[in-house]
Each structure stands twice: as C-alpha cells, then as structure tokens.
C-alpha cells in the first residue's frame, strides 16, 4: 500500500509560541522548563495536525528551538573551542551560545542560507583532525515522547554527508569529508539507538545531493550508508533528498543499501527521468515529493496523479510513499488562520495544514483509484480552474506593454562614461563623496507610530506629519555632517519589500502566515497571485519633500525587481522571469516619476540577487540572464545625467562579477568590511570602471569606527581602485542600529574621506 509522510513540518508554533517563548527564556522572564513545555506543546499539535490529516507516517525531530543544523552540532558534539565545552551533554545555555555569542564574548557560529532557501542555519565549523562523540539526546527523547503519544514516529536526522558539506573546516585548507569516517560511529550509535527505541522508519536528509557533487563526494556517500546500513537493525533507513534534481548521484542513490530514497518532483523533475532512464530498484520504497514543499499555491491534484500514474510504470503503487516536495518549514502553517485574504484568492493557497490534506488525498487515489477521491479532486479542479481563469489573474495592459517593449528598453540611453559625465556635471560631486545606504534608525518612535497609524489611534494626516518631521530631522543631520548624497531614511516603511507590494496590484499579505528565517526571526512573504502593476507612484511624495529640505542631492531609494520577486511566493502558473519583468516595469515606472520629480540620484537595493542563484552551475547562467535584464530594464528608466546606484548587502561575487558589471549600475554600493580583502581582489582582477563604494564599516555591530580605522580603510581601497570611482558609506543601511552608534560613525565616516581626500587631491575631481 502507499503511504502518507511528509520530510518536515514547520516548528515555530502555529501563533508563532516558539518565538515569545525563546525571547522570554532569553531575557530572564521564562524559565528553561516553561521553554521546554512550549517546544512540547508545538511538537505535540505538530503532530496532532498530521495525525489528523490522516498522514501514515510522521516525522519527529524535525522540531528544533533554534536550528537544526546547530542540533546536529550537538548531537555529534562539533562544538567550536571557544565555547569552552566541558564534553558533557550540550544543553540549551551552550546550544544559544553557539548561535547568538557567548556571554564571555564569545563569536557566534556563521550564519548562512540553506540551499536555495530563505532559511538560514548556522555553519558547522570543524577542524582537522576534529572527533565526534555523542552529545545530545534530543532524537531519542523526542521520539520517546512521540511514542508515548502514539505517533507513527519518524525521526528525522541531517545526514552525515550534507552536514560535513554544509560546514567549514577552520585551520588548514582540508576537506571536511576527510571527517566522515570519524563522525560514522557517532551516526552510527544514533541509527542503532533510534532502531532500538522502535522507529520504524529513519529519515536522513541528504539535500546536498542535488548539488553538483564530484565522484569523491559521491563515493562518500555510499561509504556513509553502508555504515548505517549495518546499524539500522530494524529500523528501515531512508535517504531524503530536496530542492531539485539528484542527476549524476542517481545511480549510486538508488544502489545504496537503504530501505528507501526521497526525490522532489516539484523542483527537481528530472526525477523523474532519471527513473525512466535507470530504472527505480525493486528493493526499496520511492518517497515521492509531488507536492510542492516550497510554495504556497493549490496543488492540481490532477497533474500530481499524472505524474504518479507515469512513476508507476516503475515504481509500484505499493513501494510508494507520498509527500511533499521537502520540509514544510518554509511555508505558513494554515490558510484557514488568514481571514483578512480575499475571499477569491483563498481556495488557490496551501499552508503546510492544506499541504498535508493533498498528500493524503493522493495516497487515496493511487490505493484506491481517483473515483474514491472523487469529491476531493471536483473541489481542487474547481479551485484550479477559478485561479487559471481568474481576471484577477491577468492584466492585460501590463501584458501588452511588455509584450511591446523595444528590444533596447533594457539599455540606458547613454553609455556610462557619457553618463557619468553629465552626471557630474549635475551633482558636482567632490573626490571620494560621501552616502549611506538608505535607512536610519527604526527607533521606538517610529515603530509606535506606524502601529498607532495602523490601528487608526493616530490619523493619516497625523502619521504623515510625523513622518515629514523625521525626514525633516535627517536631511538635517546628514548636512550637519557634510555628508554628499543625502537620503530620506526610510521611516515610512516597515519592510523593503513588503512596503512596495503594498502598493502594486498582484500582490496580497498574510497576517498569519510566518516563515522561519532564522532562529527566532520570522518572515511573512508576500504572495504574489496576479499580474504585478503599480496604480499609483510608490515613493515621489516622499522623496519630493525630502529633497525639498536641501540643496544636496536626496537619493530616491527603491526595492530593485529580483528583490522582491525573491524575498516572496511567486505564482507558479508562469515563469519567475515574466513575473519579474512585470515587477521590473513597475519600478521602471517608478524611477522615472523619480526622475521627472527632479530627484538626481535614484537608489535600485538588490540585496537578494544571488540569492536567486540556481543550486546547479547549469542553470545560473539562465537565471542570471533574466535578472540582469530585469535590474537593467527597471534602471533604464531613467535619463542619463540621472545617477543610478545600486546596493548589495555581501560582496563575494565570485563568478557572477560580469553579471554585476552588466547590471550597468552608475555606482555600486556594497558589502566590504566583514570580506577582507576578497572583494579587492576581485577588482584588481577582473578590473570595475564604474562607480564604487565597498563598504567601509560593518553595520552589524554597535561598534563605532574611529577616524584612523576608516582612514586605513579607504587608503587600502584606493591602492586597487582611482580616487575618482570611489563612494564613501557604510556596509549597509542602518535601521537595525540606535542613534547614537550611527552618527558618530557617519561623523567619524565623513572625516576619514575628507583626510584621504586631501591627500588625493592631484586627482580629476570637482572638488
Ligand atoms: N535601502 C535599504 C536600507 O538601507 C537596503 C537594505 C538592504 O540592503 N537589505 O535599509
Ligand atoms: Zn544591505
């Protein structure tokens, strides 16, 4: 018979309990037990729900108070010498340590995105020579307590393979494979003690085998399972994969001596050719991941049985296990929480809740024919058909516009050295000029503002007045301190996406539904359902009164399209890259309303390019072909003696540097004082002509730089790059910062140019 599971559900707690409940244990107000009794009540509803669904089995484990990369850390004992660790068992005090610094001062762990996600888990540091031992009991007491209640447990482990990967080896430029054999005996104690507790099944997530792995990673894995293998006893082992397509690893995948192999078909389906191809083995059970674990958007159930009807021809009916497509850790919890969504648009979502009624209906049809499902599928072809024929769906306007754009809509009109001298000529800017990246503070203040403004206690025509005084207040400061290229500070918006979907069609917000991001931070994605277009101009009124206060330049500052395409749920009905075009002339729009407004100097953030980049190097290239054209079709809507710069909040380019040169940005501003000299050396290399400010202090600690740091700074830029393409700003925006760590540093900031631009004076410059 085919059964229902799924690889994760979502562990923060259906009304977000987990995260009120760390950040109380974190500040003293809770105890370790009241956060203890949270975690318990969110696994217990967890489970409660897929019970209910009527899931056959259910995985436990996947639940974690912080990060279940950190889990493994303790769990094998891979804690950084720093932390001081008695090698006794990594409790709750240790395990937050690593995450956020240690109370003696001690570095948190690195913290990066998972795969192609939004999630972000912090890295395993290792070093050679490391050992392993046992550490943690946390799959054992979880599948006890899953066990006391019943619950046809699961457990769920990182695999071995994916979690050396995943981390860095400190010290000594090894491989952290060459760590397997050491941490083999420590998975292999954790297989034996869950077999022996009574799990029937074991899932290892190996995600990493959709990267593009060497033989040597490969042949590592097959050494990992066939020690498991020997470990497993009863227990039946399963090696879950996600995120795409496992290619040059089938082979040795379906050869391992496992019991059964987890494959996405959502984003990976060529799965599904590869079975057709290789064949599926007679021994095992395929997890098929039909469903799509990564978006938010009705399944067509009917499409879903197609597939499965295909897979039968090689997989039986009864060697299957239906799922979704990965964990549903990255989508909300329940649509039936969202009562504020448009009554039209709430039958084309799914939440995890819905997610898991769709895997069970599918495992209905395949046991016992669609006729036994018949309701289920009348309903879900409804729904997918109110959504493909929806007019909420389609604005045709938006589509004949694109549809007729010229084949040089992308391109500016001049070529940058002609720009960046009418530019100059405009801004009469002097050598080195000073900016910042965007934001200020988001004091108190202003968060108390926008929540009175929401809930109606503070008046439309109130809150803009307030708003105007902070702008009013920053222009203000900036000219106090002889910074060159003011900003507004972005008080009036809450999220740099979310502030911007507000106000273009085709886009709706969810009031429940978070998404972990990290730790206790939690998104909420907009999701994009419709055509995008903007009805109105976005940012001019602000931007006009702000450039109103001054005689220097205010920049207009924007969300860039692939930003915001990235940071939401993106219908699926049409390829991301016509969703993002129809964003991208938006903000084409917008940035020539900007201009007409006489705003100079026009600000397009895409902090999430990268971020977009395909796992497989096959597909980046494609990918960055559309968002490169996106970025430049939004960007061409400006005149030529308009200044566009661009930000980006990390600077390790690597091989995409060509496609941010592409992006044909008049200035770059960017990430720089955590990268060392990597980003340096990149332009040395590959050599940069346009406008650029590497940033010149980190925004991510309270630390105020002094005037020699920041001085040592720019000097070291400047032996790579000439005085006369270099921006002076900070890293990144500083909203995240308090008053008085930003202006001192921006004080201390505007100094260090001025020194270093004394001395630079033999240069070109207008100053
Ligand atoms: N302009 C934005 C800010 O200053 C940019 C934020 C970002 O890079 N993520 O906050
Ligand atoms: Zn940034």
């Excluded at 009863?234 to 019991?259: H, N």
């Excluded at 769709?358 to 109110?386: D, Q």
């Excluded at 938006?586 to 026009?602: F, M, N, S, T």
């Excluded at 008049?666 to 990597?678: N, Q, W, Y």
Aim: one cysteine or more.
């Amino acid at each position: 018979m085919a059964l229902a599971t799924i690889p994760g559900y979502p562990r923060i707690g259906k009304r977000r309990e987990l995260k009120r409940a760390l950040e109380g244990y974190w500040s003293g107000k809770r105890t370790a037990a009241e956060l203890n009794e949270t975690a318990a009540t969110i696994r217990r509803a967890n489970w409660e729900a897929q019970i209910a669904a009527g899931l056959d089995i259910v995985p436990v484990n996947d639940f974690s108070l912080y990060d279940h990369v950190l889990d493994t850390c303790a769990l094998v004992g891979a804690v950084p010498s720093r932390f001081g660790w008695d090698g006794d068992v990594v409790g709750p005090d240790l395990l937050f340590a690593m995450a956020r610094g240690g109370a003696g001062g001690e570095a948190a762990m690195e913290l990066t995105k998972w795969f192609d996600t939004n999630y972000h888990y912090l890295v395993p540091e290792f070093s050679p020579g490391q050992t392993f031992r046992l550490a943690s009991d946390k799959p054992f007491a979880e599948l006890e307590e899953a066990a006391a209640l019943g619950v046809p447990a699961k457990p769920v482990l990182l695999g071995p393979v994916t979690f050396l990967l995943l981390g860095k080896m400190h010290e000594g430029n090894v491989d952290p494979l060459s760590l397997l054999d050491a941490l083999l005996p420590v998975y292999a104690e954790v297989v034996r003690r869950l077999a022996a507790g009574g799990a029937a099944w074991i899932q290892l997530d190996e995600p990493a085998l959709v990267l593009d792995l060497t033989p040597d990673q490969i042949a590592a894995v097959e050494r990992a399972y066939a020690a498991l293998a020997e470990a497993k006893g009863a227990a039946q082992l399963l090696v879950q994969t996600a995120y795409g397509r496992v290619s040059e690893a089938y082979p040795a995948l379906a050869a391992l001596p496992v019991d059964g192999v987890g494959l996405d078909f959502a984003r990976g389906p060529e799965n599904h050719d590869l079975i057709a191809r290789h064949g599926f083995p007679t021994d095992k059970r395929l997890v098929a991941g039909v469903v799509d674990g990564r978006n938010v958007w009705t399944n067509d159930l009917v499409a879903s049985l197609d597939l499965l009807t295909r897979l039968q021809q090689h997989v039986p009916g009864e060697r299957l296990l239906l799922s979704t497509s990965c964990s549903l850790l990255h989508v909300p919890y329940d649509i039936g929480l969202e009562e504020e969504l448009p009554e039209a648009i709430r039958p084309w979502l799914a939440f995890a809740e819905q997610k898991l009624a769709e895997v069970v209906t599918l495992t209905r049809a395949v046991n016992e024919g669609s006729a036994a499902v018949s309701t289920a599928l009348a309903a879900n072809r409804a729904a997918i058909a109110s959504a493909a024929s929806s007019p909420l769906r389609r604005n045709e306007a938006v589509r004949r516009r694109l549809a007729s754009l010229p084949d040089d809509a992308d391109r500016r009109a001049l070529p940058y050295a002609e720009r960046a001298a009418r530019q100059q000529q405009r801004l009469r800017l002097p050598t080195l000029p000073t900016t910042t990246i965007g934001s200020f503070p988001q004091t108190a203040e202003i968060r108390n503002a926008r929540k009175e403004a929401n809930t109606g206690a503070l008046s439309a025509a109130a809150y803009e007045a307030f708003l105007e005084g902070q702008i009013a207040d920053v222009i203000a400061r900036q000219e106090a301190l002889g910074l060159d290229v003011l900003v507004h500070g972005e008080p009036e918006r809450n999220d740099m996406v979310q502030y911007f979907g507000e106000q273009l069609d085709g886009f709706a917000f969810t009031r429940h539904g978070w998404v972990q991001s990290y730790g206790s931070r939690y998104v909420r994605p907009p999701i994009i359902y419709g055509d995008v277009a903007r009805p109105a101009p976005m940012t001019v009124r602000w931007a006009r009164f702000a450039q109103a206060q001054t005689g220097k330049p205010v920049k207009g500052m924007l969300t860039g399209p692939v930003t915001i395409l990235n940071w939401s749920f993106v219908r699926d009905d049409q390829p991301r890259e016509a969703t993002c075009r129809q964003i991208a002339l938006a903000i084409r729009d917008e940035v020539a309303d900007l201009d007409a407004a006489g705003i100079a100097v026009i600000q397009i953030d895409e902090p999430a390019l990268r971020e977009g980049l395909p796992l497989r190097h096959a597909d980046q290239a494609a990918y960055l072909r559309w968002a490169v054209a996106c970025f430049r079709l939004a960007a061409a809507g400006a005149r030529p003696e308009t200044q566009i710069q661009t930000h980006m909040c990390y600077s390790e380019f690597g091989e995409i540097f060509p496609d941010i040169d592409a992006l044909d940005a008049d200035v770059l501003l960017i990430e720089h004082a955590r990268s060392g000299e990597a980003l340096l050396e990149v332009f040395r290399t590959e050599g940069y002509a346009k406008g650029i400010g590497p940033g010149v202090y980190d925004v991510h600690s309270p630390r105020v730089p002094d005037v020699p740091e920041l001085t040592a700074r720019l000097r070291a830029i400047l032996t790579v790059l000439p005085a006369d393409q270099i921006w002076v700003n900070p890293d990144c925006g500083l909203k995240t910062r308090k008053p008085d760590e930003v202006w001192p540093a921006l004080e201390n900031m505007v100094a260090a140019s001025r020194v270093v631009r004394q001395a630079a004076r033999s240069l070109p410059s207008a100053d």
